[in-house]
């Protein structure tokens, strides 16, 4: 893979924060109400679930897509246990690989996927260490990370904001997208990837990396144990009054 496809940005600018594009004023203000709601039932604020470094926590990202996280964690330390380090799994043949992941969804997939990402980390910044992404700001960052095939917006976010670079980024999960849908802060025909701009932007721009880590996890907890995809138990939901979807469909009491 040429290092020429994934051109490395210029000197990195000092770290700083994001800067969205404006939201529309009223849904900005639902945004909080809503953050604010949540907060209290879901204990803000919320402690990083682990402290990976960058690479890791990319490995990581890309074994999670569509696996829920106990199967998707077992086969991340299955893999650590398997090879010593990163630069091994590389060297590794990718059935080796495949084998040590088996438990995720399309094994078949992120196993070339893995290896082909940390080929194009060591060949864009001649190492595997992706620290230095610390010292961009969030959009620059994001950018670099997603200028590799493999990596996109979830990806990237959940490298900068649930790694050790506890960076402002806001990842959007399956749970917090339908969550997102439902109370009418994205579209219903907005995907996963376009909504992370858009929730982004609803949020103030100021925010800390916790504030934007704590946001993420009361969706996706309130999706995970309210607002579930089938029968959304709007009957204990104290968003209800906000919630566009409440009265529509087969819903728990």
């Known amino acids: 893979m040429p290092t020429s496809l994934f051109p490395t940005p210029s000197a990195p600018p000092s770290r700083r ?6 939201a529309d004023p009223a849904v900005a203000d639902k945004a909080l109400a809503i953050h604010a709601r949540l907060c209290p039932v879901y204990g803000c604020p919320i402690p990083y679930f682990h402290s990976l470094d960058p690479v890791s926590e990319l490995v990581s990202s890309l ?18 246990a ?15 690989i495949q084998a040590a992941i088996a438990g995720v969804t399309w094994p078949e997939l992120k196993a070339p996927r893995i290896r082909e990402v940390l080929i194009a980390v060591r060949e864009r910044c001649g190492s595997l260490d992706l620290a230095f992404l610390g010292d961009m700001d969030v959009a620059a960052a994001r950018a670099w990370l997603e200028a590799i095939p493999g990596i996109g917006p979830k990806t990237s976010a959940a490298v900068l904001s649930f790694s050790t670079l506890r960076m402002p980024a806001l990842p959007v999960d399956s749970h917090h ?49 309210v607002c579930h995809h089938r029968r959304p138990a709007c009957g204990r939901c104290v968003l209800v009054d906000l919630c566009p979807s409440a009265a529509l469909g087969a819903r728990e009491p």
């Open 63 to 80: 074994l999670s897509h569509r696996t829920r996280n106990a199967e998707s964690g077992r086969a991340f330390k299955a893999l650590r």
């Open 17 to 22: 924060r994001a800067a969205p594009s404006p």
């Open 177 to 225: 997208h339908r969550v997102a849908q439902r109370l009418g802060l994205i579209g219903p025909r907005v995907d996963v990837g376009p909504s992370h701009a858009i929730l982004r932007a609803q949020l103030p721009a100021d925010w800390s990396a916790q504030a934007l880590y704590d946001n993420h996890e009361i969706l996706m907890l309130h999706g995970q144990q």
């Open 82 to 96: 398997r090879f010593p380090d990163w630069e091994s799994v590389i060297d590794a043949e990718v059935p080796e």
